[in-house]
């Protein structure tokens, strides 16, 4: 693949200054461009501000931005612009900033010591970064499934990964959805998950065992990769604003126009089979911090009371972890939801009954990196929190049976010829699927599993038989049958009673 690129130089001895040299020609830049004109250095962009400017020795130049109208809270006295040295990996704050006749200044105090230096808008992470990230992930004890989950339209993996203990069966655990970079601009949120995960992947204390033990954490940490690339703002390479797009259901029925949605969308769907317990789908705004809780005015219970829950012990992590340092808002949002498209909670909530959340974080005033990667602790550890209770109704530390019923979506699905189905018959503390609690039982249970066509023919009969508390697959071979639809129902002695759709397709 051709790798799409723009350079360009321009330089001015002028005012006392020497050359300054500025380009684009790297992972994520754009600028359009840059002239010396009374005493500043006036930059021009049109998407995401990325840029690389040589000749800096000595110098201390003031940078100028005309701020366009529709941008205007992207540039305030208080946020400031990043910059690092060539040799170094770690962006610093410029030193002051101001807002004079419709332009954002910018400038160091003191004179840069090196040639090269890089400024940006917030912290950046390029894809670059993340295939790299990628690659020394993939033998950790703690992730799977390390991998292109799909290609973006320009060829670009999307990737995907879990975090958990590989050791304890998924059935006995808690499904929590990340995803971030669906705007490309918006670098904060990113920060945040890849906070989380590190945290998840590499810490040895108590929390972080347990949700591995407790948990599968999904990741998709970059959406929508060509537009990382590029450098772009909101959207796509084609065009989309991937977070309008994620309509409902799977991508069988219900198809997106935007490749990068459709693909993690149809993964998730595919991974997770009925539940996903809580979801978070990470932006960045420049001027708050904002929690929006899955498009809707009024959330049904009791959704609502564990979003409210939850903010409130992220929050309290959030000021621990930190010493009093509380940047997560004690609130959250509930937007209207307007458009024919889905944003991703909405998904979330309305397919997966997910306690779904957007989460909009912030630099103002001005934080470190260190600091927005901490959000992702805070998250992690406001989740331990509410799980403990939930899954275990105790302070025990971990599950030894599986603790709700549960039909899984079949795997892979569609299918051909065969597919498997997983059910779970449990001895409960608590029902996830509703939050209410369940008498312990020992007893077995008479379970059928069925297989019927459209018209509600029987097909085949895979179980039926009494069965004890545990976690079981087995396998449907439809060699012999039509493609088209057909359903798959677990009744188990009057317990629990569940119908779910699969596709065979030939």
Same mark, same amino acid.
Request: charged content about 20%; glycine content about 6%; aromatic content about 16%.
């Given at each position: ?212 033990? $407790?948990?599968?954490?999904? #990741?998709?940490?970059?959406? *929508?990769?060509?537009? +990382?690339?590029?450098? /772009?703002? &909101?959207? =796509? ?103 024919? $498209?889905?944003?991703?909670? #909405?998904?979330?909530?309305? *397919?997966?009954?997910? +306690?779904?959340?957007? /989460?909009? &974080?912030? =630099? ?143």
């Amino acid at each position: 693949m051709t790798r799409l690129s723009f350079f360009l130089i321009l330089f001015f001895v002028t005012e006392g200054f020497s050359q300054l040299y500025f380009d684009k020609d790297f992972d994520s830049g754009s600028l359009d461009s840059a002239y010396f004109s009374n005493g500043y250095w006036n930059i021009n962009y049109a998407t995401t501000l990325h840029f690389r400017v040589r000749g800096c020795t000595s110098e201390n130049p003031t940078f100028r931005i005309w701020v366009r109208p529709e941008w205007w809270w992207h540039f305030r006295a208080a946020h400031r612009m990043v910059w690092r040295y060539n040799s170094s990996l770690s962006y610093n704050y410029m030193d002051t900033a101001w807002v004079e006749n419709g332009y954002y200044y910018f400038q160091n105090n003191n004179v840069f010591t090196a040639d090269t230096i890089f400024i940006a808008y917030l912290f950046p992470l390029t894809y670059t970064e993340l295939v790299s990230y990628m690659n020394t992930i993939q033998s950790n004890q703690w992730v799977r499934d390390a991998d292109a989950r799909g290609y973006s339209v320009l060829g670009r993996n999307i990737y995907g990964f879990d975090v958990t203990n590989p050791n304890i069966s998924d059935s006995l655990k808690s499904r929590v959805v990340l995803t971030s970079r669906q705007h490309p601009l918006e670098t904060l949120g990113n920060h945040i998950v890849m906070g989380m995960s590190d945290y998840l992947i590499t810490s040895t204390d108590s929390v972080a065992v347990w949700l591995r033990d $407790n948990c599968i954490f999904s #990741f998709y940490p970059m959406i *929508n990769p060509d537009g +990382v690339y590029l450098g /772009l703002n &909101t959207e =796509t390479f084609a065009g989309f604003n991937p977070n309008r797009f994620w309509f409902n259901g799977d991508t069988i029925s219900s198809p997106s126009p935007c490749q990068e949605t459709n693909i993690v969308r149809q993964d998730i769907w595919e991974r997770t089979g009925n539940k996903v317990h809580y979801s978070f789908d990470m932006h960045t705004n420049s001027g708050s911090l904002i929690y929006y809780y899955c498009g809707l005015k009024t959330a049904p219970e009791p959704f609502s009371s564990l979003a409210y829950e939850l903010v409130r012990e992220i929050r309290t992590s959030d000021s621990l972890i930190n010493n009093g340092n509380i940047l997560l808002p004690n609130e959250i949002l509930c937007d209207t939801y307007h458009s024919t $498209n889905w944003y991703a909670d #909405f998904w979330h909530w309305n *397919n997966k009954e997910s +306690v779904a959340f957007t /989460l909009e &974080t912030a =630099t103002v005033p001005p934080q470190p990196l260190e600091r927005i990667r901490n959000n992702g602790i805070a998250i992690a550890h406001g989740l331990y929190k509410v799980l403990k209770v939930i899954l275990t109704g105790s302070e025990i530390e971990n599950l030894t049976e599986p603790t709700t019923f549960e039909l899984s979506q079949n795997y892979p699905n569609p299918f051909n010829p065969s597919t498997k189905i997983r059910f779970v018959i449990p001895n409960g503390v608590r029902n996830l699927k509703d939050f209410s609690l369940q008498a312990p039982r020992n007893d077995n249970s008479l379970v059928t599993l069925k297989v019927y066509d459209v018209l509600g023919n029987q097909i085949a009969t895979l179980v039926n038989e009494e069965k004890p508390v545990g976690n079981y697959e087995v396998e449907f071979n439809g060699s012999g049958l039509p493609s088209g639809i057909y359903f798959y129902m677990l009744d188990v002695q009057d317990k629990f009673f569940e119908v779910k759709k699969m596709i065979l397709l030939k």
